[in-house]
T-cell receptor, first 115, second 112 residues
Framework: GESVGLHLPTLSVQEGDNSIINCAYS??????FIWYKQESGKGPQFIID?????DKRQGQRVTVLLNKTVKHLSLQIAATQPGDSAVYFC??????????????FGKGTHLIIQP | EAQVTQNPRYLITVTGKKLTVTCSQN?????MSWYRQDPGLGLRQIYY???????DKGDVPEGYKVSRKEKRNFPLILESPSPNQTSLYFC???FGEGTEAFFGQGTRLTVV
């Protein structure tokens, strides 16, 4: 069935290094993707989004890459800081398995920053 | 401040006792939705609403009801809660399909 998923449940990186979090999607009709960050005890917070007519989008210290050929999405965080520790979710609009309209989330990657 | 507000943040209740979790947004968003978050399962959509008086089922609607009488409010109703509805619930809103969704702080519900 249609799904949005992440490759790894946990990613551990050294402070100051770059982090790359990956996401795969299966619906070739998906046209809008969002990365969310969720800190412990809080709701998901928007990080960056990208539409299917783009391959790359940059924000402050974050870059999202979209490869439509292999249906792959990645989030790159430059110079990872302790405050980046969180669970990161990719989400896709309108690919709910039940056919509903809304965001379908991957299961999340827990980013751990090593000092 | 633009925000989505959920109440209560924490709730412990007993099986079968009706409860309502409120959600309110101050951004004049047309689209609102409810998600539940469970370990290993991520966030799953319960119900959504494209506009006032328009609601539709998400992926896991069983055991839940919603209403959208006003644009800013989208309460989640559990008529007869059961232990399998113990979860972390999030309300979200956005301008519409294909736009950024803003999330509330969450409601942790325990049904005993």
């Amino acid at each position: 069935g249609e799904s949005v998923g992440l490759h790894l449940p946990t990613l551990s990186v050294q402070e100051g290094d770059n982090s790359i979090i990956n996401c795969a999607y299966s619906n070739s009709a998906s046209d809008y993707f969002i990365w969310y960050k969720q800190e412990s005890g809080k709701g998901p917070q928007f990080i960056i989004d990208i539409r299917s007519n783009m391959d790359k989008r940059q924000g402050q210290r974050v870059t999202v890459l979209l490869n439509k050929t292999v249906k792959h999405l990645s989030l790159q965080i430059a110079a990872t800081q302790p405050g980046d520790s969180a669970v990161y979710f990719c989400a896709d609009w309108g690919t709910s398995g039940g056919g509903a309209d809304g965001l379908t989330f991957g299961k999340g990657t827990h980013l751990i920053i090593q000092p | 401040e633009a925000q989505v507000t959920q109440n209560p943040r924490y709730l412990i209740t007993v099986t079968g006792k009706k409860l309502t979790v409120t959600c309110s947004q101050n951004m004049n968003h047309e689209y609102m939705s409810w998600y539940r978050q469970d370990p290993g399962l991520g966030l799953r959509q319960i119900y959504y609403s494209m506009n006032v008086e328009v609601t539709d089922k998400g992926d896991v609607p069983e055991g839940y009801k919603v209403s959208r009488k006003e644009k800013r409010n989208f309460p989640l109703i559990l008529e007869s809660p059961s232990p399998n509805q113990t979860s972390l619930y999030f309300c979200a809103s956005s301008f519409g399909e294909g736009t950024e969704a803003f999330f509330g702080q969450g409601t942790r519900l325990t049904v005993v």
